[in-house]
T-cell receptor
Framework: DADVTQTPRNRITKTGKRIMLECSQT?????MYWYRQDPGLGLQLIYY???????NKGEISDGYSVSRQAQAKFSLSLESAIPNQTALYFC???????????FGPGTRLTVT | GQNIDQPTEMTATEGAIVQINCTYQ??????LFWYQQHAGEAPTFLSY??LDGLEEKGRFSSFLSRSKGYSYLLLKELQMKDSASYLC??????????WGAGTKLIIKP
């Protein structure tokens, strides 16, 4: 079984809709991250969480919100989706004191 | 600002050697990572350098020069499965990863 899972894997939604992307991990890591990836650009950090009570904005948090429901679960929400949020979204985890990040398989989101 | 530069695309021949360069200007430095990403898939860890010098791991080696803000990933005995994007990322003073846009490596028979 995969250590970091994301659901859904693909999603098409319309402008203005609310959508939630979910991430679960069985690695026991405290730290979790949400990134988006656009063609030709590097991974951009949206939000990160060092534990259930510690959530921080990344470089591109506008238009997004997150929830850390448990150590193993970190959800990303788009309150009102817009077309320029069409991208590949990755969840990642890392262990305390370690900086290597482990990525989920990604969610391909299309906003029409 | 923070900046990581890598070539956008490189082409090499199966069985050959290729070097992918990465230069960086970041607020602080706590290490440099290389990840491999096949199209449509998740990035996977290749190497981590925090001290100057060359780290060898099988067919892949990674080099770091902190004074020059420079790293390279060296891939030997190229195989078709090495066709992928290679991402350089720097751990900055806040221990956040700053990512380059990646280098797409195309391997030809």
């Amino acid at each position: 079984d995969a250590d970091v899972t994301q659901t859904p894997r693909n999603r098409i939604t319309k402008t203005g809709k609310r959508i939630m992307l979910e991430c679960s991990q069985t690695k026991g890591h405290d730290r979790m991250y949400w990134y988006r990836q656009d063609p030709g650009l590097g991974l951009q950090l949206i939000y990160y969480s060092f534990d259930v009570k510690d959530i921080n904005k990344g470089e591109i948090s506008d238009g997004y919100s997150v929830s850390r429901q448990a150590q193993a679960k970190f959800s990303l929400s788009l309150e009102s989706a817009i077309p320029n949020q069409t991208a590949l979204y990755f969840c990642a985890t890392s262990d305390l004191g370690q900086y290597e990040q482990y990525f989920g398989p990604g969610t391909r989101l299309t906003v029409t | 600002g923070q900046n990581i530069d890598q070539p956008t695309e490189m082409t090499a021949t199966e069985g050959a050697i290729v070097q992918i360069n990465c230069t960086y200007q970041t607020s602080g430095f706590n290490g440099l990572f290389w990840y491999q990403q096949h199209a449509g898939e998740a990035p996977t860890f290749l190497s981590y350098n925090v001290l100057d010098g060359l780290e060898e791991k099988g067919r892949f080696s990674s080099f770091l020069s902190r004074s020059k803000g420079y790293s390279y990933l060296l891939l030997k005995e190229l195989q078709m499965k090495d066709s992928a994007s290679y991402l350089c990322a720097v751990l900055d003073s806040n221990y956040q990863l700053i990512w380059g846009a990646g280098t797409k490596l195309i391997i030809k028979p």
